[in-house]
């Protein structure tokens, strides 16, 4: 049965690549209100790849932000429903000088695809439609019933979703929620996510004089808050790599020795990255290995910043006015909102003299944990095996999928992270690519996981 | 005959005013690199405004960057030579959403013209045009000899000028240089600029890893440029505004009591200035008042930083990279290039690990003290004490115009500053503006003083 997907999927792969490559194609930023009509005709496009593959009651389900795209096919009577999430979203593409090809023009090259989004996560979400086309023209039947729900926000920490969610809960309900939006731990080797950092996200504004002022004429006799936004940066972090922000660690779960141990199978060597990343240090606290400390640690990073004349050139002002935007990535059991306290303490009470400061928070997303033997989790890990030919480790991913823990808690389901991405697939930044071998084993993995749901999950 | 000439200026007020507007409606900003054209038609317009006025020789020289106008008016034999220096260029005008009209379609509200240029430089450079112009209608000739030099790359510190000018020495030769480009103390009251500061500007670039990283799979595990770089800058003052640099004060010559005693007659009231300004404090080294700190000290100041995804909405990365930008304004007998030597020592020794750093020198100006006691300077003390009704005070500037220690230099000759702005017009800022009773008595003030030169200077 399994066989003769495989071989529909083989025979079938010119036309699924030329589909994916129209999804990747679509500038679909959710970030930037520019780009609103691409996030609607990329809605579209779902849509009618969803009603292609043979799922129905598509529908364009308008939010307070971006729409969501729905679907089902609730033909197996008995049998378990499982929700596939993704998000048809993505990040912005700047720097656009350093992409080999354009961000949005896919191009395949050494079994790989380059676009925005070709891993995170048009590539991925696209294998759960080519699934349930495969199962259905082969078999004519599903193992389980399906709903799908693919939204426009994500990479904007999905806003709007959870309002959505609360309103359709009855129409969303299932048994198990399922993403394909994580990353395998390796080329070959499946890794099954148990953990998410959370994210609260914030800029910080320091103003000084009412305009901004030559530098010629005031320079040296009034505050500036590009020196005040860098004293304030710089009191962050001590010298060890520890945010120095009291209370910033408060609630922080702390490592088990058992996952420790269990990170050792899985944490990257640090020299590799050295040079793979062209530093000659990494960073962060000194008690923690690099692994541990991008997954089960919070942190504090300084995302962007501005201030003064962006153009060419330089023009020689004491600017009225410097920003920085903050992305905290957090762990169970902190609470955005929180962190954001402390952090407001803090610049309140190391801001220099003569500028005015303050804070907007901007986004806010719960650190997540999954429990790994659910029976859910047990037939995931069984999927990838027989795909992949090799058990998956268990890992804990440093990025935050809010919604996540927003599913976990509104539907009381286990959520499944079955990723098929590839550490150095650049999500986020120029040259982002997806690996294609992944793309036939993924969508194997997929098809073997349904077939377990049916079969294990009792309702 | 000054009578007369003032009767013609107010006459012809109305197509002075219209003249100005067209002058003013060109956007030549010389730091970016697409209004190249406007610089060009800029040039073209003062050539023909040039040749209106009367004057001869009428040429748009090329240098290695954007052109110079130069004309002349030779018929005063015996005579000393003036050469009025100017510049046609502007600041760039963002933020445009801060001006009440827009940049460059001028507009005159309560006796003050607004645009970008109107008093740095375009509205005081106008006036010597008109000068030469007014008194040739009236009079029918010049007291003096007069040559015209006007540069369109003072405010990216007049690179180019300085070997134009080594190259046309004898066709610049003159007894004396004249600029408008500096401003009164107060409405009504006159200064004569006897120092002005020099400038080292330089930008200052950390690199981390090889390409932007998500902050949820790197965060807390690499080091981040824009942290580094706030470390950096945050380290460049002490706790009392003084600039914790090695080296930096080097060759500084402090204020003598003479000085400190005379500027006490023009220094502005500082609580005044926190009022006017909007903040809560000053800056600055403790043991100096806000004049000498921002005439006679040098500083140290970030003009703009960059570092990150610069549009809308947060973008959740590691930047690879974040720059900022330095102009220290520099006090004599200090050298730009030992400066910006100290800065890079500076920076190497204070790098943060993990990151790379480099400085890269953009420009430079020497600071520039002109003698008080000549007889030119004298004349312009009696032309502005019979425009203005009462005497000049002595001052020193803050800015640069790096190209008056060249010209002192190179001819050999003063350098009188005879400014007609006004302080709080906003030069460089959103909303500049020139008061209008300044272009009356300005025009007048100018003539008066070509004709105590031709009276009073002997060749």
Redesign the interface.
Same mark, same amino acid.
């Given at each position: 049965m399994i066989n003769a997907i495989e071989t529909y999927v083989q025979q079938h792969n010119e036309i699924h690549m030329e589909e994916l490559k129209q999804l990747l194609r679509i500038p679909s930023i959710s970030?930037?209100?520019e780009h609103k009509k691409d996030i609607l005709h990329c809605a579209e496009w779902v849509a009618g790849a969803l009603q292609k593959a043979g799922l129905e009651h598509v529908e364009i389900m308008a939010t307070a932000g971006h729409p969501v795209v729905y679907a089902d096919w609730l033909h197996a009577p008995g049998k378990p429903t499982v929700l596939v999430y993704g998000h048809y979203d993505v990040?912005?593409a700047?720097?656009l000088e350093?992409w080999d090809t354009p961000p949005f023009e896919p191009t395949v090259r050494d079994g790989k695809i380059y676009a925005r989004g070709a891993t995170d996560d048009k590539g991925q979400l696209f294998l759960h439609i080519k699934a349930v086309e495969s199962c259905l023209q082969v078999i004519g039947s599903l193992p389980v019933n399906i709903k799908f729900c693919i939204e426009g926000e994500e990479e904007?920490a999905s806003f709007h979703l959870p309002p959505f969610f609360e309103q359709h809960l009855d129409k969303l309900q299932a048994d198990v929620v399922t993403l394909s939006d994580t990353q395998l731990y390796g080329p070959g080797k499946p890794a099954l996510m148990y953990g998410l950092?959370g994210?609260a996200?914030f800029?910080i504004i320091v103003e000084?004089?009412?305009?901004?002022?030559?530098?010629?004429?005031?320079?040296?006799?009034?505050?500036?808050p590009?020196?005040a936004?860098?004293?304030l940066?710089?009191s962050?972090?001590d010298e060890h790599?520890h945010v120095a922000v009291e209370g910033f660690y408060n609630n922080v779960i702390e490592l088990s020795q058992q996952e420790r141990e269990a990170f050792k199978l899985v944490e990257p060597d640090e020299h590799k990255l050295l040079t793979e990343?062209?530093?000659?240090?990494?960073?962060?606290?000194s008690n923690f290995t690099?692994y541990e400390?991008?997954t089960s640690?919070?942190?504090l990073?300084?995302?962007?910043?501005?201030?003064?004349?962006?153009?060419?050139?330089?023009?020689?002002?004491?600017?009225n006015q !410097?920003i !920085?935007?903050v !992305?905290c990535?957090l762990t169970a059991a902190q609470v955005p909102d929180e962190v954001m306290d402390a952090v407001e303490k803090h610049i309140h009470t190391h801001k220099p003299?003569?500028?005015?400061v303050r804070l907007n928070r901007?986004?806010r997303g719960n650190p997540f944990i999954t429990p790994i033997d659910h029976p859910a989790m047990q037939a995931a890990a069984n999927a990838y095996e027989e795909a992949y030919g090799t058990s998956p480790v268990y890992m804990r991913?440093?990025?935050?999928i809010p919604i996540v823990e927003v599913f976990g808690r509104l539907l009381q389901a286990p959520v499944v992270m079955l990723g098929f991405g590839l550490?150095g697939e650049?999500?986020? !930044?120029?040259?982002e690519h997806f690996h294609l071998e992944n793309w036939h084993k993924g969508l194997s993995t997929i098809c073997r996981y349904w077939y377990k749901i049916g079969a294990d999950i009792k309702l």
């Open positions: 970030a930037v209100a990040q912005p700047e720097p350093l904007i950092r994210l996200a800029e000084g004089a009412n305009s901004d002022l030559h530098s010629g004429l005031y320079g040296g006799g009034v505050p500036n590009i020196h936004l860098s004293k940066l710089s962050f972090h790599g990343l062209g530093v000659s240090s990494l960073f962060g606290e690099f400390q991008t640690r919070p942190t990073e300084i995302t962007s910043i501005s201030g003064g004349f962006q153009g060419e050139g330089i023009k020689p002002i004491i600017p !410097a !920085a935007k !992305a990535r003299a003569g500028v005015r901007l986004l991913g440093g990025g935050s550490p650049n999500l986020h !930044a120029p040259n």
